[in-house]
């Protein structure tokens, strides 16, 4: 009877149980007025952050366009400076040779100048001796007595009035003018003006100092290898190449590759007997022309 009466009691606490549980169930499936106005409030947020993740989303695609306009105009600009540097580069090689061209010129006229102060003083040394040689030689002066009786007067005769010269053409001063060795053999020295001694030894000393100097420039009197027949050259005999050899000078190479200080020093080295030969006879360019020559496998006549 105890047993069956622990038996219903034990069933009904069971099934007190089951109710609660039961009904806990049913409480949470079937939601209240306020479980329902927070998911609505729940809702209502997600869609806000879903509309501000969309703007995000925009705003980044926007960035994203900025950055690559930026980068392509970064590289348009990189492309430019390089285009620039390059003309700049091209500008700085071209002042270069400009100012190379402008050295050279420079050096020209200098030696140009110096040549027509040379010609003007030998055009004023020979106007001298001109001068001298036409001036008439001082005659005995004749006494001429007045008559017997007289004191003797000397009497100095009129001289006779100088006759006018002769109309011919003007004097010309071209190089060459008075240099006889434009008449002459290419490398016959012309006659030298006199001069005193003490300037002549001083335009030797020169001419010989100018002569060292080439010879370390061109490699002194060695001779490197087969050498070119320089006679070639317009203007140069034998002893012009004989001086020229003895300066290390013995291809047309190296008479074409010239630079005007080159044609100063081999001028004063030929010295005065040879006054401005290598610019007048233009040994660079014909230089020039017999190497077209040789490296064509022409002859040259």
Sequence with gaps: MLWLIGQISIFIVIAALVG????????GLWPSGRSRSRESELQTALERAT????????????????????????????RRAQAL??????????VGAETETQQRLQAEVEATVTAAAAIRERLAALEAQTAAAAAPSPT?????????????????????????????PAPSLQPGLFDAA????????PSPVPM??????????????????????????????????????????????????????FRFGQIAG???GDIALVSA????AFPDRITRDDWVGSARTLLEAQDSGEESF
């Design 20 to 27: 609660a549980v039961v009904g806990w169930l049913l409480r």
């Design 51 to 78: 509309a501000r993740i969309a703007d995000l989303e925009a705003g980044l695609r926007a960035k994203r366009a900025a950055a690559n306009a930026a980068a392509e105009q970064e590289q348009a600009a990189t």
């Design 85 to 94: 540097q390059a003309e700049i580069d091209a500008l700085r090689e071209r």
């Design 140 to 168: 005995p002066v004749p006494i001429i007595t007045a008559g017997a009786g007289a004191a003797s007067i000397p009497l100095r005769p009129e001289p006779p009035a100088p006759s006018p010269p002769e109309p011919g």
């Design 182 to 189: 434009a008449t002459s053999a290419p490398d016959e020295p």
């Design 196 to 249: 005193p001694e003490e300037e002549a030894a001083r335009l030797e000393e020169e001419r010989l100092a100018a002569m060292e100097e080439a010879s370390r420039r061109f490699g002194g009197g060695a001779e490197p290898g087969p050498a070119d027949d320089l006679q070639e050259i317009r203007g140069i005999g034998p002893a012009l190449e004989a001086m020229l050899n003895q300066m290390g000078i």
């Design 258 to 260: 010239f630079t005007a």
């Design 269 to 272: 080295a030929l010295g005065r």
